[in-house]
């Protein structure tokens, strides 16, 4: 970052002197109780993470997942099987169009080195 002196020069501002800006500026926002405006996108994006990430995994069994994977990927049966309802329909919906299949590749590819407990499951 730069700024400009009052004699017309350049200086550097060091990342420290940066930080200490930025902690002070975030201490006065929180002594007054003002919270930076989140936009739109932003706030779409945060809302879609914190949903993911509240959301419970799927046990299913490994054998049975790798291989409607492996035969109906290309159509979301891997998806339908574990319960991803959303995800599954997107696939079907869209299988013409080979993007489905790529990421029934990215799939197997997650799925394949996770280990399997003693009943056999693993969680997607």
Same mark, same amino acid.
């Given at each position: ?10 200086? /550097? ?10 902690? /002070? ?12 405006? /989140? ?16 959301? /419970? &995994? ?31 329909? &997107? ?34």
């Amino acid at each position: 970052m730069k700024k400009k002196n009052s004699g017309g020069t350049k200086n /550097e501002v060091t990342m420290e002197e940066y930080l200490a800006a930025k902690a /002070e500026l975030d201490a006065v926002r929180e002594e007054y109780g003002i919270r930076p405006k /989140e936009g739109k996108i932003s706030r779409a994006i945060s809302n879609f993470f914190d949903k993911r990430d509240a959301k /419970e &995994l799927q046990t299913v069994n490994r054998k049975k997942y790798l291989l409607l994977a492996l035969f109906t990927g290309w159509m979301g049966g891997h998806r339908f099987y574990a319960r991803q309802w959303v995800v599954a329909v &997107l696939y079907l919906a869209l299988f013409w169009t080979g993007f489905p299949l790529a990421m029934t590749i990215i799939d197997l590819l997650a799925a394949i080195p996770k280990e399997a407990d003693k009943e056999g499951n693993i969680c997607v």
